[in-house]
């Protein structure tokens, strides 16, 4: 029988989560690889290490982690986990979420089915702490960093209930985590014959929809823990808002873009103005894009603490409590803002900001009353392209998706985000068609 990597959870009924099956994770005396864990402005970080001359062999599939904030203080957030130094979130299966927050101690724990090639050797978590001295690894906890699977296809982990016998198990790889001078705690994950119990219902190893298996590039020479994106001058503007999304019964994360308007260097015309402004950003706009947001229980959506976005094609991150940086901007200027939903028009939120150094008071937007609307939809036989007017040609995307329930589809034309295609969709597009079909 083909052999797996096994992580084994129990579902509890009646409390929350996944917790580990005691013993199937056990401490391990034998040689390893370590995994150096670290803590430096406002992030955690995981680095598999290396041997020597060799700066991409030891990869991290996994990781289940318990957090300790300093005395005095809380950690009150706790980001997606970004590979490092790309800034990928997209690969990170979420398996325990952050617990306790806020609190003095946090546990999480993430898996990454991806191939050996495309797996990270370092990953960089936001944490947010109000406790002057950051955070450890707590002790008492197990603490568990996974390498690749080295009997393993696709890194492919099986989550079960806890039925029946733990399968019998061999010695598989393991790591050895480090932080600063409080020792050394080693762990093997188990290389384990499939088990015959019952699946947890939508826990499964199916790859990622769009999982491709083209190899990632892989960080060679990038020193860490240092960040790789161009540093943010403490001047900068950055701004904070919350945004609601017209006609949303559910409130997933999405990404929007920011575009931010020059309005004194607007005054001067263009010598040259790009042929698409809806994709490219026009005479004195700045293009923020895959501003990653998401919703609390309202349906209020703000940006992720810790997220990466990207401006002309360079990769910066939200700050770990919840700030944009509008890189370029300067202090003392005048601005407009505009935001665009991802399947919305873009809208003129601000018509004139005076922008000021760093996180200002004044740039806390609530934009709560301004909702986004629906329907400048992605077209798909053209890249999934929007063209920054709503029109019949939305309509029509809709129409030849009707009852669609499919990842695709909902991603085009599902406006208002309750998994399904239908006569909803259409009629929200209609309203904003027949009252402002045109973006700011």
């Known amino acids: 029988m083909k052999k797996l990597l096994l992580i084994i959870f129990a579902l509890l009924v009646a409390g929350a989560g996944f917790y580990y099956i005691s013993g199937l994770l056990v401490p391990s005396r034998a040689e390893a690889p370590r995994a150096l864990v670290s803590y430096s402005a406002g992030s955690l970080f995981i680095q598999a290490e290396q041997p020597a001359g060799n700066t991409n062999t030891n990869k991290i599939s996994a990781f289940d982690l318990t957090i300790t904030s300093s005395a005095g203080g809380n950690i009150t957030a706790v980001g997606t986990p970004l590979t490092y130094p790309g800034g990928d979130a997209s690969i990170f299966t979420q398996i325990i979420a952050p617990s306790g927050l806020p609190g003095t101690r946090v546990r999480f724990a993430y898996v990454i089915q991806r191939p050996t090639a495309e797996l990270p050797v370092a990953i960089r978590i936001p944490i947010t702490t109000n406790a002057p001295g950051g955070v450890t690894l707590a002790t008492g906890s197990l603490q568990e960093v996974v390498g690749y699977i080295p009997s393993g296809t696709g ?57 491709s298996n083209t190899p990632r590039p892989q960080p060679t020479t990038t020193p860490f823990p240092h960040v790789t994106s161009p540093p943010i001058n403490t001047n900068t503007p950055q701004i904070r808002f919350a945004l609601v999304l017209e006609s949303a019964v559910n409130f997933p994360e999405i990404k929007v873009r920011v575009k931010v308007t020059d309005l004194v260097a607007a005054i001067t015309p263009a010598a040259n103005q790009p042929q698409d402004t809806c994709r490219q950003p026009g005479h004195a706009q700045m293009f923020y894009e895959n501003v990653q947001m998401v919703a609390d229980g309202s349906g209020v959506w703000r940006p992720k603490p810790g997220a990466p976005f990207t401006k002309g094609g360079t990769v910066y991150y939200i700050s770990t409590d919840g700030w944009l940086p509008l890189v370029d901007t300067q202090a003392g200027r005048a601005y407009a803002i505009a935001l665009k939903g991802p399947k919305h028009r873009s809208q003129r939120m601000v018509d004139t900001v005076l922008l000021q150094s760093g996180q200002h008071p004044n740039h806390d937007f609530d934009w709560t009353g301004l909702p986004l609307a629906p329907g400048d939809l992605p077209d798909p036989n053209s890249g999934n392209r929007q063209d920054c007017t709503v029109n019949t040609l939305d309509l029509s995307r809709i129409e030849g998706l009707l009852a669609a329930t499919d990842t695709t589809s909902l991603a085009i034309a599902d406006v208002n985000f309750d998994g399904v295609v239908n006569g909803n969709d259409i009629s929200k597009v209609v309203g904003t068609l027949s009252t402002k079909p045109d973006d700011d």
Do not use: M, W
């Open 155 to 211: 890194n492919s982990y099986v989550v079960v209930a806890s039925t029946g016998p733990s399968p019998t198990s061999v010695q598989g790889g393991s790591f050895t985590i480090e932080v600063g001078t409080r020792g050394v705690l080693e762990f093997a994950i188990k290389d384990s014959l499939a088990p015959t119990s019952t699946p947890v219902p939508g826990v499964t190893n199916t790859p990622r929809p769009g999982a």
